[in-house]
Each structure stands twice: as structure tokens, then as C-alpha cells.
């Protein structure tokens, strides 16, 4: 969903950035599909993306 470039029509180009890099991007915090230890659930890019 976030390479969809219809995406950052809906919300800003910016927004559509940090969740890649909150999500997706490998040396970002890699936050996706759920799968954090439950130290990393505390952690500052954990609770931006909440």
C-alpha cells in the first residue's frame, strides 16, 4: 500500500515518507508486520507510529 503512488494523494508526501521509513525501509526502524520483541514496543519510533 505505501508504493502506491495514489497514496500520497490522499495524505501528505511527507507522512507517506516517515511510514516507509517506519515500515519498510530496512535501515529504518522496521516496525512492519507486527513483529517486535516486547522491548521494542517501548521504543520511540514504536510509539511515533502509534
Do not use: C, Q
Request: without cysteine; negative net charge; hydrophobic residues 50%.
Amino acid at each position: 500500500m505505501l508504493a502506491e503512488p495514489e497514496l500520497e494523494r490522499i495524505i501528505t508526501p511527507l507522512l507517506v515518507f516517515e511510514l516507509r521509513g517506519l515500515l519498510v525501509v530496512t535501515g529504518g526502524a522496521d516496525l512492519r508486520n507486527g513483529m517486535m520483541s516486547s522491548g521494542e514496543i517501548n521504543t520511540s519510533p514504536a510509539l511515533y507510529l502509534w
